[in-house]
């Protein structure tokens, strides 16, 4: 009998240890009040340890891979300065797409009596709000959960429930991420943003611009209260915010629909423009490559020579993972105009193995644990707001 555990498990089983820790960590944060410099460094342990090393060390334990490997699965992968000025762009308007968001649903959750509160910063503007505390708050509050969260989510799930199909992996992933924030007011917008973000790894392959996006989004937000509190440019959004959620409900749904509709609409051309200076950008560069070796090929043969052979003399490395090309030409030329290329990609869409496979009861089990816990505290949250 076959005992190996499978991904899908093993991705699931150390989400759970994930989530675990971090609703452990919370209630010990909330009955014991530590100092202010030591919740800053608290806040940063739970980031680095709970949502970065204990992803990294136990994938590449339980699955027995090297750091390289590990990288490659969770898609780690460098894009270009035009696609991270896009991706740059694409958060800045996720930022109030969020908003907006965030507002819409918060109308329906405050019609049940909950008790409202705004705000992504840690700053207190009794205390004051100086850059020093501004830049602080930007280490914990956006660069760490940028690349921390973004390592778990769509480097960890989504290489391993990848498997469910796109679509499935887009909703759980964005779901799993609502429920990681642990609070009814987060849950709707943090689900949606996180649906997008995995939508934007199967986009560009990469994990980066979700990171960058994610970067951006909170960025944003502490930036806001910084403003407001130094009265610079955007600081009386929220309070603009506040004033429009306060007016008829009709109206406030209707405009709310309406920016929504301009702002998927900009961000639906931005993350195709992104697509092409990802994936096409990447699948070009390997037509090309395969252009060159086919021509490559035709001149080697007409000396009877095996490229191959010559790839050993030559020292040349062939990459076991590269897409298996076959070209066909109407024209009976191999120009790059004539050449029909029909690629092959053994890995469709991300890194690895993507062939659509249901899982057992037996995988499905700590991810069952781990959103029941989830849904659980977050309903929680909405009666203790109730109360």
Same mark, same amino acid.
């Given at each position: ?10 991705? =699931? ?15 010990? =944060?909330? @009955? ?12 940063? =342990? ?5 949502? @970065? ?26 894009? $270009? ?20 968001? !965030? ?21 207190? !503007? ?15 509050? !956006? ?16 290489? $391993? ?60 937000? *502490? ?11 955007? $600081? ?33 051309? @931005? ?14 560069? *390997?037509?090309?490559? !395969? ?36 070209? =066909? ?59």
């Amino acid at each position: 009998m076959n005992t190996k555990r499978s991904l899908f498990f093993d991705t =699931s089983l150390i989400y759970f240890l994930v989530i675990v820790g971090f609703v452990g960590i919370r209630i010990a =944060s909330n @009955l014991v009040q530590l100092p202010g410099a030591f919740s800053e460094v608290f806040n940063i =342990s739970i980031q680095v340890i709970l949502m @970065l090393l204990l992803p990294f060390l136990a994938y590449k334990i339980l699955r027995k891979k090297k750091t390289i490997e590990v990288f490659k699965d969770f898609n780690i992968k460098a894009i $270009g300065i035009k696609a991270i000025l896009i991706t740059l762009v694409i958060g800045f308007l996720i930022y109030f797409l969020n908003l907006v968001v !965030a507002g819409f649903f918060n109308i329906f959750i405050y019609s049940t009596g909950y008790d409202p509160s705004f705000g992504l910063s840690s700053a207190s !503007a009794e205390n004051g709000y100086s850059t020093i505390m501004f830049l602080g708050d930007i280490l914990v509050t !956006a660069i760490l959960p940028g690349i921390c969260e973004e390592f778990c989510h769509r480097g960890l799930l989504v290489n $391993g429930y990848k498997q469910l199909g796109t679509k499935k992996t887009i909703f759980l992933v964005g779901f799993l991420f609502g429920l990681m924030h642990l609070n009814i007011e987060q849950f709707f917008y943090a689900s949606i943003i996180g649906m997008f973000l995995t939508y934007l790894v199967f986009v560009t392959g990469s994990i980066i611009p979700s990171m960058i996006v994610h970067f951006m989004n909170n960025a944003m937000g *502490l930036y806001v209260s910084f403003a407001s509190y130094h009265n610079l440019p955007l $600081g009386n959004l929220r309070s603009n915010l506040v004033r429009i959620l306060s007016g008829n409900v009709i109206s406030v749904l209707t405009t709310m629909l309406f920016i929504m509709f301009i702002l998927v609409t900009v961000l639906t051309w @931005l993350v195709f423009s992104l697509f092409k200076q990802t994936r096409v950008r990447e699948y070009k560069k *390997l037509a090309e490559d !395969a252009i060159a070796r086919k021509e490559r090929e035709s001149i080697l043969d007409s000396f009877n020579l095996d490229i191959n052979e010559l790839d050993v003399l030559q020292g040349i490395k062939r990459n076991e993972d590269e897409p298996e090309v076959i070209m =066909s030409s109407d024209t009976g030329t191999y120009g790059r105009k004539g050449v029909i290329l029909d690629i092959r990609f053994q890995n469709q869409i991300l890194n690895g193995d993507c062939s659509i496979r249901k899982p057992s009861i037996t995988d499905k089990a700590f991810l069952i644990g781990t959103i029941f816990i989830g849904i659980f505290i977050t309903i929680s949250t909405l009666i203790w707001g109730l109360l």
